[in-house]
């Protein structure tokens, strides 16, 4: 099993360029999540899915849309990129294994690094 | 809100030391706790969990006790090596309905010279 693959790993975008990070999860899991990881700042949620097809805003969702068409695959778009921006983005799944336990563990990919200029 | 506080790095140990990375946190319920380890140029993975009062994680020889009365989850290891070194962070779910968000502490850097 690859677990949780991100694409591009890497990215240079000029502000309000547009772009896709795709990260798709071979694992079956239900949720899938984006984050941003910024330094001093720790990992922040920007959305979130529960389900194929449902998606819902995390803590930094402003400048983002996401899309879950298939259970495997969870996109990020970003429609005008800004230089705040400037982050590196992890993606995650869960499998809800006792579902409403807050229990699940949630599995990372390595991570793309972006650069708006 | 829920929020995590862990200890401001970077934190420089030699070879077998002792270590230990502090964790408090504020929330509503009965959050799990998670100890999440980024080694360099990696994403996160788990290092440990505890999910109710008193229970008590480990995995690699790290431990973490979930202390209720404290609200800490501090992190321990009786002697560090230098695959150790890396980005600590705690966590714990969140409460209700969308208990299965994490919400993450700033990060802890840990580095072991030999």
């Known amino acids: 099993n690859a677990g949780v693959t991100q694409t591009p790993k890497f990215r240079v975008l000029k502000t309000g360029q547009s772009m896709t990070l795709l990260c798709a999860q071979d694992?079956?899991?239900?949720?899938m999540y984006w984050y941003r990881q910024d330094p001093g700042m720790g990992l922040r949620l920007i959305h979130y899915?529960?389900?194929?097809?449902?998606?819902a805003k995390g803590e930094v969702p402003d400048g983002y849309n996401v899309s879950r068409l298939k259970k495997q695959n969870f996109l990020l778009g970003l429609e005008s990129a800004a230089p705040s921006q400037t982050s590196v983005y992890f993606c995650?799944?869960?499998?809800?294994?006792?579902?409403?336990?807050?229990?699940?563990?949630?599995?990372f990919g390595p991570g793309t690094r972006l650069l708006v200029l | 809100g829920n929020s995590v506080t862990q200890m401001e790095g970077p934190v420089t140990l030699s070879e077998e030391a002792f270590l230990t990375i502090n964790c408090t946190y504020t929330?509503?319920?009965?959050?799990?706790l998670f100890w999440y380890v980024q080694y360099p140029g990696e994403g996160l993975q788990l290092l440990l969990k505890?999910?109710?009062?008193?229970d008590k994680g480990s995995n690699k020889g790290f431990e973490a006790t979930y202390r209720k009365e404290t609200t800490s989850f501090h992190l321990e290891k009786g002697s560090v090596q230098v695959s150790d070194s890396a980005v600590y962070f705690c966590?714990?779910?969140?409460?209700?309905?969308?208990?299965?968000?994490?919400?993450f502490g700033k990060g802890t850097l840990l580095t072991v010279n030999p």
């Open positions: 995650a799944s869960s499998y809800p294994s006792e579902r409403g336990s807050g229990r699940e563990t949630q599995y």
């Open positions: 694992m079956n899991h239900e949720y």
């Open positions: 899915s529960v389900g194929e097809g449902t998606t």
């Open positions: 929330a509503t319920g009965y959050p799990s």
């Open positions: 505890a999910t109710k009062a008193d």
């Open positions: 966590a714990l779910s969140g409460s209700g309905g969308s208990n299965y968000k994490l919400t």
